[in-house]
Nanobody
Framework: QLQLVESGGGLVQPGGSLRLSCAAS????????IGWFRQAPGKEREGVSC????????NYADSVKGRFTISRNNAKNTVYLQMNSLKPEDTAIYYC???????????????WGQGTQVTVSS
């Protein structure tokens, strides 16, 4: 069974950091691009970042550029999202998704994790 599992979410104060993980089971991530998305209450799911299968290229939403860093360790079958200088507006459920190439379109991705909650609040 193909599965993605996110972890690492939690409650953090503004300015703090979290590292999210997206681990795959039942398949190898080597051939897949991985996108991170987030969905805040009452809002549509939006793309945050994506990394190519090789890790050679990555992109970021303007709202997180310079604060978030995506990386991958194919030997551990895991992709990470390092989030620094967190803001209250970063509060959302964060999801990872896998497909052959990066895309900002939610409907493009075939495989999704269940999400992990990130709350930024003092």
């Amino acid at each position: 069974q193909l599965q993605l599992v996110e972890s690492g979410g939690g409650l953090v104060q503004p300015g703090g950091s979290l590292r999210l993980s997206c681990a795959a089971s039942g398949f190898t991530l080597d051939y897949y691009a991985i996108g991170w998305f987030r969905q805040a209450p009452g809002k549509e799911r939006e793309g945050v970042s994506c990394i190519s299968s090789s890790g050679g290229s990555a992109n970021y939403a303007d709202s997180v550029k310079g604060r978030f860093t995506i990386s991958r360790n194919n030997a551990k079958n895991t992709v990470y999202l390092q989030m620094n200088s967190l803001k209250p507006e970063d509060t959302a459920i964060y999801y990872c998704a896998a497909d052959l190439e990066c895309s900002n379109y939610v409907a493009y991705y075939d495989y999704w994790g269940q999400g992990t909650q990130v709350t930024v609040s003092s």
